[in-house]
Structures are given as structure tokens and as C-alpha cells.
């Protein structure tokens, strides 16, 4: 019942910035963890970043922790994904992910719902 519609993804070169919007159809956002995953060719998807219900706390993959930021917007829906000082290795399908039952955050079996994913290209 709940959609997700990505939008954001481009290309950037390497040391660039773009940022990521995730709309919710749900009308209870606020209830939802959300999360973002990864998707490069050749590789299995991975935890990029996820963001809490009640106090929006967020945690981050080793590989983007200090370059990436997470966050959300319960009056629009929506949540975000910042990205800077983008790298080559950061190239990948990125999907948004909802849950209302969280049991695992950096795990993608938690999530119920997911959106189709944006591609972000980051040349050299």
C-alpha cells in the first residue's frame, strides 16, 4: 500500500554532489524507518544509509560515513539523501526503502517497501 518514487540521480563527476528525494505515499511517514540501498553491476545490493521514526537518529555505511547525510521531512514525505565528495566506486542503481517494523535497519529482508531506484553515475 505504500509507494515510493525516487528522483535525484544523474551524472556527476568525481568530487561532486547530488542529491537524492524519496516521496512516500503513506500518510503515516512518520511511523517508517527509511532507508537507502545500493545497487553497483556486479554486486549485491548494500546498506547505504537508514534514519529512525521518532527521533530521526541515522546510521551510515562505513564507505559513505562522512560524505553522505540522510535525512527527512515528515510535513512533504520525503527523505533525502545528500551526497558529497562523490567517488567512482559510488556509481550504482540507489533505492529507497520503507518500514513500519524495524528488526534489522542495515538490513534489506527489513524493509516491505522499495521504490524502482535512480541511477548515480560519478565519473573519473
Known amino acids: 500500500q505504500v509507494q515510493l518514487v525516487e528522483s535525484g540521480g544523474g551524472l556527476v563527476q568525481a568530487g561532486g554532489s547530488l542529491r537524492l528525494s524519496c516521496a512516500a505515499s503513506?500518510?503515516?511517514?512518520?511511523?517508517?524507518?527509511m532507508g537507502w540501498f545500493r545497487q553497483a553491476p556486479g554486486k549485491e545490493r548494500e546498506f547505504v544509509a537508514g534514519i529512525t521514526q521518532s527521533y530521526g537518529f541515522t546510521y551510515y555505511a562505513d564507505s559513505v560515513k562522512g560524505r553522505f547525510t540522510i535525512s527527512r521531512d515528515n510535513a512533504k514525505n520525503t527523505v533525502f539523501l545528500q551526497m558529497n565528495s562523490l567517488k567512482p566506486e559510488d556509481t550504482a542503481v540507489y533505492y529507497c526503502?520503507?518500514?513500519?517494523?524495524?528488526?534489522?535497519?542495515?538490513?534489506?529482508?527489513?524493509?516491505?517497501?522499495w521504490g524502482q531506484g535512480t541511477q548515480v553515475t560519478v565519473s573519473s
Open positions: 503513506v500518510r503515516t511517514f512518520s511511523r517508517y524507518v
Open positions: 526503502a520503507a518500514t513500519e517494523y524495524c528488526s534489522n535497519l542495515y538490513s534489506a529482508p527489513t524493509y516491505t517497501a
